[in-house]
């Protein structure tokens, strides 16, 4: 079928609208036409060749929410008219599936950066020319995706769709960090550093959980005021003032724990080094493969510990639907950080989110 894309066709090049075919769904498929999408740092370091992706040309997106349109005849899990969620995709088979560790699927680069699908079949192309699709098994910077039945999840229809994109990757991403991989409890002290929207949904699930004191760490003074509204109980902007020394002073030694949402190994050592004994620092930021850091190792052997958290330890079926219910009570207002745009204006949207005007750009089709 004829769908509306946006497409880059070299390294760090803007997004493109075309017109490219689609490929009909398989037994195991579903066909959703994308209502809104949020875009992702994740998106921007793919565009940028970050990541071990094949080159361009390239659709990407990974934040898709919208209606199924129609499913293979293997597909129990949803029906046309649904309302859904696209997250990552998994291959179900592997040890980290078998123990419903599903964002650590041992083969989850070719299920979800091979270009294709894992057997290698592509499912966009323009003319002749393939484009490499699938990203996270979706794509969904375009008007219809195609995705597994793994990876949709079925949302409530008294729910605005357009704001429920970002719950499949950065909002999941950081309240599950507080909620699942740190399990965080009342009057716990966490440090964020970054609050983009990764950081934001942190910060959100932090108060969730009552959390005290909450510190918000960025260099964008918009965001920490935006940090503050949501929630933070302190802000220290890290252009201006040492945020060790900083954080230790306000939580009396460091905080129990910290997340670093930056992907950057200097703020990743200071997530390190605030932390006290026994303190946790789960890493969040996505970095382009081989990126080494240096820490103290007296620091660590000090009872410290650092954890890589993907995806907040989430088991999407199961953790997004509370994030909904959250969100109905008003506990997760997760919606206020979202800016929409018009999904021509995708550029305009990276623009603004790169320089930090924005926390959460959404694309509407």
Wanted: charged fraction near 20%.
């Amino acid at each position: 079928m004829e769908i509306k894309a946006a497409v880059t066709f070299k390294q760090s090049d803007e997004f493109r609208m075309e017109q490219l075919e689609l490929s009909e769904p398989r037994d195991d498929e579903v066909l959703v036409r994308i209502e809104a999408v949020g875009i992702c740092h994740t998106d921007l370091a793919a565009r940028d060749g970050h990541l071990p992706l094949p080159p361009p040309p390239s659709v990407f997106g990974h934040e898709g929410a919208g209606v199924v349109e129609k499913v293979g005849k293997g597909v129990k899990k949803v029906k046309p008219g649904d309302h859904v969620v696209l997250g990552w995709d998994f291959c179900g088979e592997c040890t980290a599936c078998k123990a419903d560790k599903y964002l650590y699927c041992f083969n989850f680069f070719m299920h979800n950066f091979n270009g294709a699908r894992p057997d290698g079949s592509t499912t966009l192309k323009k003319g002749d020319q393939v484009i490499h699709g699938n990203f996270f098994n979706q794509s969904s910077f375009a008007s219809f995706s195609l995705a597994n039945e793994r990876n949709v999840v079925k949302m409530p229809k008294d729910v605005p769709l357009e704001m429920l994109g970002p719950l499949g990757c950065g909002v999941m991403t950081g309240a599950g960090a507080v909620m699942n991989s740190l399990q965080a409890k009342a009057g716990d002290s966490i440090a964020i550093f970054g609050v983009g929207p990764v950081g934001m949904s942190a910060v959100l699930a932090a108060v969730v959980c009552e959390c005290a004191p909450i510190v918000a760490v960025d260099i964008h003074e918009g965001r920490l005021k935006a940090a503050k509204e949501f929630g933070a109980t302190h802000t220290v902007n890290a252009s201006k003032e040492d945020p060790v020394k900083a954080i230790q002073a306000l939580t009396g030694g460091g905080p129990h724990f910290t997340l670093e949402c930056v992907g950057n190994p200097a703020v990743f050592r200071q997530a390190v080094d605030v932390l006290p004994r026994l303190g946790v620092c789960g890493l969040l930021g996505v970095v382009p493969p081989g990126t080494e850091v240096s820490l103290d190792m007296d620091l660590i052997m000090n009872g410290r510990t650092v954890k890589g958290i993907l995806g907040g330890d989430a088991i999407p079926d199961q953790f997004i639907p509370e994030l909904i219910k959250l969100y109905k009570k008003g506990k997760f207002p997760f919606d206020r950080m979202i800016t929409y745009y018009p999904f021509d204006e995708i550029n305009k949207a990276v623009e603004d989110m790169e320089k930090g005007l924005v926390v959460k750009p959404v694309l509407r089709m």
